[in-house]
């Protein structure tokens, strides 16, 4: 097998973070999956895309620095800190990159806000750069759980634990909103981490254990609107979407099989599965009236894969009355000029 392990690289920038408030999150209530925090204990939850090039994009399909210097959301890690705030953990969602902060950067915060469990998106590209965060925080913060997630440590959870050389603890595998959220909860709890799906981990005795796999989530209305507010919106950008711009995720999974796109065959699985269409409105109203955005990005796969619904979403936003641009994913094979009208 080929190594999975690429050059390393390291970002020249060093510009300090800066301090953000806790996520403070009305009407969302608790989690109807999965055991959550019903004793409400204490736990910090911090999860991070970490240094490295300038313009780096982990979350897209193909991370890459873009050419035309995008830069987007982590917004895979944003839906999970929602999921952990939801549950009552005490939670910093923070994007490094955007920030343009240095790996020094990142371990002094790490060792003053001493989280209970450290969570770092990693990729293919900057794997080696991952590891080493999670080696300089361990260093800050020793008591830290932390894990790693993401595609490439989805396929390879055994390879990545052993390079790591203790420094990372977990991975979480696939699809990790509920996944990170019993982590937590299991650290805080002190109840173990075999009962916890969808992780593999290193036992103290040094033993690489993996747990059983985590169902996908089917009913995706469950998960909170994300705290985009831990953002700065005007630091993201692309030159296809008015700016300042949001991504909202309406739906997970997708039956193609581009061969540019790592997220269904890695991730999320070929299934559709997505949010009711009262659900995505309203989420998208909310944007809108929250923040000072000029356009809303769906970042399903393929937005018009099940058309009925793409329907009755393009119906609903009618309804609204109200300006609000919006764009998506799709093929020219997955779509009609009847609904390329309504949209």
């Known amino acids: 097998m080929p190594s999975i392990w690429p050059g390393r690289r390291t970002p ?4 300090p973070s800066t301090k953000r408030l806790r996520a403070e999150v ?7 999956c999965g055991f959550w925090n019903p004793r409400g204990i204490d736990m910090r939850v911090a999860l991070i895309s970490p240094p490295f090039l300038p313009n780096f994009c982990r979350s897209q399909r193909w ?16 839906y ?20 343009e902060a240095s790996l020094a950067d ?30 300089l925080c361990k260093a800050a913060s020793p008591e830290t759980h932390v894990a790693l997630v993401g595609p490439h440590v989805s396929v390879y959870p055994r390879e990545t634990l052993l390079e790591a050389k203790g420094a990372v603890d977990s991975i979480a595998r696939g699809e990790y909103d509920f996944t990170i959220r019993d982590l937590a909860a299991a ?27 985590r169902a996908p989530i089917e009913n995706l209305d469950e998960i909170p609107v994300p705290p ?68 809303v990005f769906f970042e399903d796969d393929t937005l018009t894969t099940f058309r009925p619904r793409l329907r009755q979403i393009c119906e609903l936003i009618l309804q609204q009355k109200r300006r609000m641009i919006w ?6 094979d997955w779509a009609d000029l009847d609904l390329m009208k309504l949209m």
Request: charged share 25%.
């Open 12 to 15: 020249s920038h060093s510009i």
């Open 26 to 32: 009305a009407d969302w209530g608790p989690s109807r």
């Open 63 to 78: 991370p890459v620095v873009n050419r035309t210097r995008a830069q987007r959301y982590p917004d895979w890690l944003a």
């Open 80 to 99: 999970a800190a929602g999921v952990a705030i939801q549950a009552g953990f005490e939670v910093e969602l923070r994007d490094f990159i955007a920030e």
């Open 106 to 135: 990142v371990a002094k915060w790490c060792g003053e806000w001493k989280p209970g469990l450290l969570v770092l998106d990693a990729t293919t590209p900057s794997i080696y750069n991952d590891v080493e965060c999670a080696r």
């Open 187 to 213: 650290l805080a709890g002190g109840t173990g981490l075999e009962t916890v799906e969808g992780i593999t981990f290193r036992t103290a005795a040094g033993e690489i254990v993996e747990n059983r796999a």
């Open 228 to 295: 985009w507010h831990f953002f700065d919106v005007k630091k993201y950008r692309n030159n296809t979407y008015l700016y300042p711009f949001l991504d909202q995720i309406s739906g997970r999974g997708c039956p193609n099989r581009c061969t540019f796109c790592q997220w269904p065959q890695v991730m999320h699985g070929r299934r559709y599965r997505y949010c009711s269409p009262e659900r995505v409105v309203r989420e998208m109203v909310e944007d809108f009236e929250r923040y000072p955005i000029q356009e």
């Open 327 to 332: 764009s998506c994913n799709s093929r020219v």
